[in-house]
C-alpha cells in the first residue's frame, strides 16, 4: 500500500462513528431530520426511497436512493439509531414494455398486472418482471455500501398487512375526493412542470427525465376518479389478473366491493378478506408515510408540482391517515452525456451495475455526495471519465496533504466510507489514463500490462496486478465498451520502412537522440530512461538539447512547442501510424525497448 492510501484511512478512520461530519448539505439534512424525530418523540429515524422496478433502474434513480442513504449513514455517525427502509413499488401495475431489455410486444398482453405478476425476460434467473430488475439494482447498491431493508409492496398488499388503511380509506372516500379536488385544477403535465424548473431540457436530459418518471412511482396514474364515483382503492381483477377496472359499488357496512373489468369479467369481492388490489399511487404514498413513520423521503421534480403526489400527500397523510408529511427535499435529474445516442442505440439508460463497471464505488458516490440533490449534473461515460478520475486523486492527494476545504472533505469521507467501514479501495491506484492507455495498447495481455504498469515507477512497482484493481478492472471495461474502434491503438508490427527512408537529417537526428542521448546539454540513451518520469523528460527533451537547452529547462517558447509537436507526431507515425495517440511516454513503455528501437529503424 502506498503511503497516500495508507493516510486515507487515517483520515476516513479519524471521521469516527459519533459525531458526524460537519460543513455539507448532508449534514444540514441530518440536523433537520433529528430535529423532526426529536419533535415526534421517535426512537428510530426512518428514512425513505421508492424504486418501482419496471425497467432496468437507471443512474437518474439512484438519486432517490443514495441521497436518503447519506442522510440515514450521516445520522448513523452521530450514534442515533436510523433506519433505511426502501420501499420496492413492485406491486405496481406494468405501464409499458420497456424498450432494449430483450423482450418483444408479445409483452404488451402483460400491461396492467402488478410487477411481480409479469414474466421476466427470456433467460433471466429471476421469477418475475420486479424480481429481474431489483436484482442488479440490488448488487450494485450492495457494492456502494448502501445498507436498508427492503419491503417489497406485493408482499404488504398481497399479505393484508395494510387492511386497516385500505378500509379506513375506503370510507373516508369522499373526504379524500374532497382533498384531492382542493388541487385538480392546479395540477399541471409532469412534463411541462419539468421543462419550466429546468429551462433548456437537452434531448439527453428530456430522456432523464421521461426515464426517471418512469421509475419513480406512477406519475401518470389516475388517482382513482370515475364516471362510478370516487374510490381510492383499485382492485387486479381475477380472471386477467390486470388492473383494468372500475369500482362499480361499495358498501362500507359489509366491505363489498364490486367492480367490472375491461376483459368482461364483472365481481363482488369482500375488502375486509380480498388481498388483490391497491390504493391508487396518490392515497398508497401518505398511507406508507404514517404506516412506517417515515421522517425523511426526497422525491423527483415531477412529484412536488402544485397537484403533485407529494403536495397532496402531505394534505392526506394529515387528515386521513393521522400522520406528518416527511422532510422531503426535490433532487433534480441527473444526466448522462451521450444518453441520447445511448437510449436509442441500446435502448437503454446506464445502470449503477453498468456504471460501477467503469467507476470504483467510492467514486460514483462521490458524484452524488458533493453535490446538492437540488443541483442536476451529467454522467459521462465517454473521454471525461479520465478526468473524473484525475479530480478524484487530486481530492485524495488534498485530504492526505491537510489541504482539503471542509465541504471537499465531507464528500470524501460520505464517498469513502459509511457508518458501517471503509468501501474496498484500490491498494495501488495508478492513474486511469495511463492505465486505460496501456490497456488499450497491450489488449488485455496480463503479463504484459504488468510489465507496463511496474515500469511506470520503478521505485514503488506493482507485485501483482490485483494491486491496481479494481481500477484496472474498470479501465478494462471502459476500453472495451466506451472506445470506438477506430480509436483504439495498434502498434506497427512491421517498421514503416516508407517513411524512414523519406524523413529528413533533422528528424533522423531527433530519433538518434532519442535513442542514444546527448551529450551536452545532458540526456541519456533511452534504455536509461525507462520509466514515465524518465521518458516525459526524454521526449520533451529531444528538441530542447537539439536547441542547446538544457533537458529538465522550464520555459515557454512557441517555436520548441512547435517542434516538440512535430517530433511526437513524427515518433507516432512511427509506432502506431497515427499523428495522435496515448500520452507518449506511457505509449514507449506500452511497446517496449526492443520494439521501440525497431519501429524507430534501430
Ligand atoms: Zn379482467
Known amino acids: 500500500m502506498t503511503d497516500t492510501a495508507r493516510n486515507a484511512d487515517t483520515v476516513a478512520a479519524s471521521a469516527g462513528t459519533d459525531r458526524g461530519i460537519d460543513g455539507d448539505w448532508v449534514s444540514r439534512l441530518a440536523d433537520e431530520v433529528v430535529v423532526e424525530a426529536k419533535r415526534r418523540g421517535m426512537d428510530t429515524i426512518v428514512c425513505a426511497s421508492g424504486i418501482s422496478p419496471s425497467g432496468p433502474v437507471h443512474l437518474g434513480n439512484l438519486r432517490e436512493v443514495i441521497t436518503p442513504h ?135 436530459q428530456e430522456a432523464a427525465a421521461a426515464e426517471a418518471a418512469e421509475g419513480s412511482g406512477a406519475a401518470s396514474e389516475d388517482d382513482g376518479t370515475a364516471a362510478t364515483g370516487y374510490y381510492p382503492y383499485k382492485p387486479y381483477c381475477d380472471v386477467c389478473q390486470r388492473d383494468t377496472t372500475t369500482v362499480t359499488a361499495y358498501d362500507d357496512e359489509t366491505t363489498a366491493l364490486t367492480y367490472t373489468c375491461a376483459c368482461g369479467h364483472g365481481r363482488t369481492v369482500l375488502l375486509s378478506e380480498s388481498n388483490h388490489g391497491k390504493l391508487v399511487w396518490k392515497v398508497d404514498w401518505p398511507m406508507r408515510w404514517a404506516y412506517e413513520g417515515v421522517v425523511f423521503e426526497p422525491s423527483g421534480v415531477d412529484h412536488q408540482s402544485p397537484g403533485s403526489s407529494f403536495v397532496v400527500g402531505g394534505q392526506l397523510v394529515r387528515e386521513i391517515f393521522g400522520g406528518e408529511r416527511p422532510v422531503g427535499p426535490m433532487y433534480a435529474f441527473v444526466g448522462i452525456k451521450g444518453m441520447a445516442k445511448m437510449s436509442s442505440s441500446k435502448g437503454g439508460v446506464p445502470t449503477p451495475a453498468e456504471a460501477l463497471e467503469i467507476m470504483e464505488p467510492a467514486i460514483l458516490r462521490w458524484l452524488y455526495a458533493r453535490r446538492k440533490p437540488s443541483q442536476s449534473f451529467d454522467i459521462s461515460f465517454g473521454q471525461e471519465i479520465q478526468r473524473l478520475y484525475d479530480e478524484w486523486d487530486a481530492l485524495v492527494r488534498k485530504v492526505t496533504g491537510d489541504s482539503a476545504q471542509p465541504g471537499d472533505l465531507a464528500a470524501y469521507q460520505r464517498a469513502s466510507s459509511t457508518a458501517a467501514g471503509e468501501l474496498a479501495r484500490t491498494p495501488h491506484p495508478l492513474p486511469f489514463r495511463t492505465l486505460a492507455s496501456v490497456v488499450d495498447i497491450t489488449t488485455g ?131 502506431i501510424g497515427k499523428e495522435t495517440g496515448p500520452r507518449l511516454p506511457t505509449l514507449l513503455l506500452a511497446v517496449g525497448l526492443d520494439r521501440t528501437k525497431a519501429l524507430l529503424g534501430h
Open 70 to 204: 447519506l442522510v440515514a449513514d450521516e445520522i448513523k455517525r452521530r450514534g442515533i439509531a436510523c433506519e433505511h427502509i426502501m420501499s420496492w413499488d413492485d406491486y405496481d401495475r406494468f405501464r409499458k414494455v420497456p424498450f432494449g431489455v430483450g423482450v418483444d410486444e408479445s409483452w404488451n398482453q402483460h400491461i396492467g398486472k402488478p410487477l411481480t405478476s409479469v414474466p421476466p425476460p427470456p433467460g433471466s434467473a429471476h421469477d418475475s418482471w420486479a424480481e429481474h430488475f431489483k436484482a442488479p439494482l440490488v448488487d450494485a447498491l450492495t457494492r456502494m455500501g448502501i445498507e436498508f431493508r427492503g419491503i417489497s409492496q406485493t408482499q404488504q398488499y398481497t399479505s393484508g398487512a395494510y387492511r386497516e388503511q385500505i378500509l379506513h380509506a375506503m370510507r373516508e372516500r369522499a373526504h379524500i375526493d374532497e382533498v384531492l379536488g382542493r388541487y385538480r385544477t392546479k395540477a399541471a403535465d409532469p412534463a411541462a412542470v419539468v421543462a419550466g424548473q429546468a429551462k433548456k431540457l437537452d434531448a439527453d
Open 445 to 575: 495481455h496480463d503479463d504484459q500490462t504488468l510489465r507496463i504498469l511496474s515500469e511506470l515507477d520503478p521505485d514503488d512497482p506493482l507485485a501483482s496486478l490485483d494491486e491496481a484493481r479494481p481500477r484496472l478492472t474498470c479501465a478494462e471495461n471502459w476500453v472495451d465498451t466506451q472506445v470506438a474502434a477506430e480509436d483504439r491503438t495498434r502498434v506497427r508490427a512491421e517498421p514503416d520502412a516508407e517513411l524512414l527512408t523519406g524523413i529528413g537529417e533533422s528528424e533522423r537526428e531527433e530519433l538518434r537522440v532519442l535513442l542514444e542521448g546527448h551529450a551536452d546539454p545532458a540526456l541519456p540513451r533511452l534504455d536509461d530512461a525507462w520509466s514515465l518520469d524518465g521518458l516525459t523528460t526524454q521526449v520533451y527533451g529531444v528538441p530542447k538539447v537539439l536547441r542547446d537547452i538544457e533537458a529538465d529547462a522550464k520555459l515557454r517558447d512557441p517555436e520548441l512547442s512547435k517542434a516538440q509537436r512535430e517530433f511526437f507526431k513524427l515518433v507516432y507515425r512511427l509506432l
